[in-house]
């Protein structure tokens, strides 16, 4: 071993790496296969904490859905129109939801400042996000926006399993 060679305390003071600002409110990113129940969950984890006066900053970005069945803060339909973007770029479902998404994350900077601007008004951001979870799990949108939240806020994702929805929506219900 050299003499001369740093220590490694002192190298590691000066290359911390920046984390999210912990004094933020936390956000848990939703994620599931189609059919697993993310919306439900999300629907009734916002009832339960609506009950208990701290009520969520709610997010939806799944484009494709036609009706979302809680309060939302934030929602991709109106920002993008899935049905327009099949038809203007001749798009299968899928593919629609993933150019959504696509245009979505060039914008998602200015949903980060809206979670910030509104954050002593509720106790967690809760994002739904599409069934198509190669979205979130393969694609560069997905990427950019969990990167996006997990720099700026202590994030959470949350993998829902059909299987399990029961167990966990059961805990909501009482």
Known sequence: MAENAPSSSSATEEEK????????????LVL?????????FVQRLT???HARKTPPYVINLD???SKVPYPVNVDIRDTVKYKE?????G????????TCLNLMCTRFDKVIELINKRSSDFSVSLLDTPGQIEAFTW???GSIITDSLASSHPTVSLHLH???????VELFEK
Request: charged share 15%; hydrophobic share 40%; aromatic share 6%.
């Open 162 to 168: 059909l299987r399990r929805l029961f167990s966990i």
């Open 17 to 28: 790496p920046q984390g999210p600002n912990v004094d933020q409110k936390p956000s848990v």
């Open 85 to 89: 973007v099949m038809k203007e770029f």
């Open 63 to 65: 484009p494709a859905v």
């Open 47 to 49: 009832a339960f904490l």
């Open 32 to 40: 599931g296969m189609a059919g697993s129940g993310k919306t439900t």
């Open 139 to 141: 694609s560069a949108s």
């Open 91 to 98: 798009m299968g479902p899928n593919g629609a939801i993933m």
